[in-house]
């Protein structure tokens, strides 16, 4: 019998830039802050930001609701941030460490 779950109003599902194919479910309203913070740290243009850089800046503005005390934010942000790559929304400049910006449909 296959596995079956239910989609749900409360739930989203997201890609992975890193392993195309991949779709997982998640918390929709984590996902949702987390990208809408992300997304308003991250610079129109390469080079970008550092994800250590990113976090620092986007802390502040999750909700302790969802993230009580940055609690899994990592994993958050991780996850937003493969989904978000997946999707064209933002890109990795190819510099090392990684550096991220929105992308512009541009570049």
Do not use: H
């Not at 997982?24 to 243009?45: E, G, H, N």
Request: with cysteine; glycine share 6%; hydrophobic share 40%.
């Amino acid at each position: 019998m296959e596995n079956f779950m239910p989609k749900s109003e409360d739930k989203i599902e997201i890609e992975n830039f890193t392993s195309p194919g991949r779709v997982k479910c998640v918390d929709r309203a984590k996902y949702i802050a987390m990208r809408d913070a992300l997304l308003s740290v991250l610079p129109a243009r390469s080079p970008g930001v550092t994800v250590p850089d990113a976090k620092k800046a986007l802390l502040p503005s999750l909700p302790d609701t969802l993230f009580p005390g940055g609690n899994k934010s990592g994993w958050w942000l991780k996850a937003v941030q493969l989904d978000l790559e997946a999707k064209g929304v933002i890109k990795r400049a190819t510099t090392s460490p990684i550096r991220l910006f929105r992308s512009t449909g541009k570049d």
